[in-house]
């Protein structure tokens, strides 16, 4: 059974920085593509960054520039790097992960970021 943990949320001021991550309990070596999205009341949950098992990355337009993704498979861990953070960052930031070989989708619980002076 695989879990999902995210941890680094908090308060920062516009323009600071955080750094998520998103712990992985199992086998990271059944995990393949992994990715970070947000949300915000009312809103759908939209996608902010992806990264394949190779370490190929896709980052939304809204953060690009700003948000770096990485994972490290021997800590089990992926990373959401995220600096000069804007009001609108503002969300709660959840890991996701898919199975190598399969159709199983995971989720954490979730961590929130807010972005306020």
């Known amino acids: 059974q695989v879990q999902l943990v995210e941890s680094g949320g908090g308060l920062v001021q516009p323009g600071g920085s955080l750094r998520l991550s998103c712990a992985v309990s199992?086998?990271?070596?059944?995990?393949?593509?992994m990715g970070w999205y947000r949300q915000v009341p009312g809103k759908q949950r939209e996608l902010v960054a992806t990264?394949?098992?190779?370490?190929?990355?896709n980052v939304a337009d809204s953060v690009k520039g700003r948000f770096t993704i990485s994972r490290d498979n021997a800590k089990n861990t992926m990373y959401l790097q995220m600096n000069s953070l804007k009001p609108e960052d503002t969300a709660v930031y959840y890991c996701?992960?898919?199975?190598?070989?399969?159709?199983?989708?995971?989720w954490g619980q979730g961590t929130q970021v807010t972005v306020s002076s």
């Open positions: 199992g086998s990271m070596f059944m995990i393949g593509a």
């Open positions: 996701n992960a898919g199975q190598r070989w399969g159709q199983e989708n995971y």
């Open positions: 990264i394949s098992r190779d370490g190929w990355t």
